[in-house]
């Protein structure tokens, strides 16, 4: 039972981690959209697109669902909701099997 409890925190830490990244995302995207920041900014451009590559594979089947909502993606808070109830389910899994 420890050996789930290990992997329910190691899953937790990586849902994380991809929290972080979604929400650097989109604090990065809207520096760029309202010229708080200028998309000439070589490193943090490097670092969006960089992000963007780890993300969009994540993202993309979520985008092809989702109805299209104009210039507002909502693709980012779907899947922090998905992570946050898959942890919610796998803890309760968890708890039950103790």
């Known amino acids: 039972m420890q050996a789930l409890f290990?992997?329910?925190?190691?899953v937790d830490v990586l849902v994380g981690v991809l929290v972080m990244l979604i929400i650097i995302q989109f604090v990065i995207g809207l520096l760029f959209a309202f010229n708080v920041v200028s998309p000439s900014n070589q490193f943090?451009?490097?670092?969006?697109?960089?992000?963007n590559s780890l993300l969009d594979p994540i993202l993309r089947p979520i985008r092809?669902?989702?109805?299209?909502?104009?210039?507002i993606d909502f693709s980012p808070l779907v899947l922090i909701?998905?992570?946050?109830i898959f942890l919610i389910i796998l803890d309760g899994l968890i708890r039950s099997a103790y």
């Open 6 to 10: 290990t992997l329910y925190q190691i």
């Open 81 to 84: 909701l998905g992570l946050q």
């Open 64 to 71: 092809r669902i989702m109805p299209d909502t104009g210039t």
């Open 44 to 51: 943090l451009m490097a670092f969006y697109t960089s992000i």
